[in-house]
């Protein structure tokens, strides 16, 4: 048998935290000494993904995906662990450096809120162009045909290119976000609930478009979601988060159809509509 392939991504022992504000960190009968008190929202995170693998991570809100990910992307510092990219531990290179790293092109992310994320003062166009610019030096001719390359693969008209946030639905403004993303080639790309703020009924456009997108690039994701619905739908192997810690893993369909972990058990029956029941 041949050996597997090293992962895309090896997150190892990855630990965050937050300063509680000190209003709590207040002994509760006034005492003297007001140390510092933290909340540990990454409590100690592994997991790895493969070239080309689709992963969830799952958990109810506050549970710490937004903030592991957010480190992943290098948006934010670990206080320890590993982040090891293609080889490259990320982990060692400050979060204030990440936007011009040479990785930086390797590796994108999409946000929760389009409407929120996007520069409202910026077209579509420069929403899209500007990672290009920066990471791979485009200009001219050559960035005008990669933006409209992008902008078509994710289905958004040479016109709507024009306009700022505001003046594009909640689709829209999703499809630049995920043009804008794809626009340097990444082999990874992260997206933290990339359709929560758009309506269901587009919803599923979106999640359509993005499923195409990663098999035709061949592209690896982390998708965070708490509609267990929609991950099961879209990834192959799923992450279970709660209170900072992955207390579950494994194959999507596995996982909520017979899930063997009391929380996912309980986290599968707490969703309505989901389709395994
Ligand atoms: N900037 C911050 N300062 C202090 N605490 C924070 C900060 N951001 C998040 N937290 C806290 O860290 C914990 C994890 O938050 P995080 O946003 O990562 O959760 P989440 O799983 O993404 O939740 P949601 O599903 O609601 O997006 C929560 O308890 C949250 O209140
Ligand atoms: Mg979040």
């Given at each position: 048998?041949?050996l ?6 090896d ?11 000190p ?34 991570l ?44 040479p ?5 994108q ?6 409407h ?9 166009f ?17 960035l ?22 505001h ?30 703020a758009?309506?269901?009924?587009v ?7 993005l499923?195409?997108?990663r ?12 509609d ?21 893993q ?19 029956a707490s ?7």
């Amino acid at each position: 048998m041949p050996l597997a392939d090293p992962p895309l991504l090896d997150v190892r022992d990855l630990v965050a935290r937050y300063p509680l504000s000190p209003a709590s960190a207040m002994p509760p009968f006034g005492g003297l000494r007001q140390r510092q008190r933290w909340l540990q929202a990454v409590d100690g995170v592994s997991f790895t993904v493969a070239r080309g693998e689709a992963v969830g991570l799952v958990g109810e809100s506050g549970c710490g995906k937004s903030t592991l990910v957010s480190l992943i992307a290098r948006l934010s510092d670990p206080v320890s662990g590993h982040i090891v990219f293609d080889g490259i531990d990320l982990a060692t290179h400050a979060a204030a450096h990440a936007a011009r790293a040479p990785w930086r092109r390797r590796m994108q992310m999409v946000f929760q809120d389009p409407h929120d994320s996007l520069d409202p003062r910026k077209t579509a166009f420069d929403a899209v162009a500007d990672p290009l610019r920066r990471l791979l030096g485009l200009q001219g001719q050559a960035l005008r045909d990669r933006v409209l390359d992008v902008a078509q693969r994710v289905h958004l008209g040479a016109d709507l290119l024009q306009r700022r946030p505001h003046e594009l639905s909640g689709g829209q403004a999703a499809r630049v976000g995920i043009a804008r993303a794809l626009g340097p080639g990444p082999e990874l790309l992260i997206l933290d609930e990339p359709t929560a703020a758009i309506d269901v009924s587009v919803q599923a456009g979106v999640l359509a478009l993005l499923d195409r997108l990663r098999r035709e690039l061949g592209l690896a994701i982390v998708f965070v979601s708490h509609d267990l619905g929609v991950v099961r739908l879209l990834c192959e192997r799923v992450l279970v988060m709660r209170e900072g810690r992955i207390v579950d893993q494994g194959p999507a369909h596995a996982l909520f159809d017979q899930p063997r972990h009391p929380y996912t058990a309980a986290l599968a029956a707490s969703i309505p509509h989901f389709p395994g029941k």
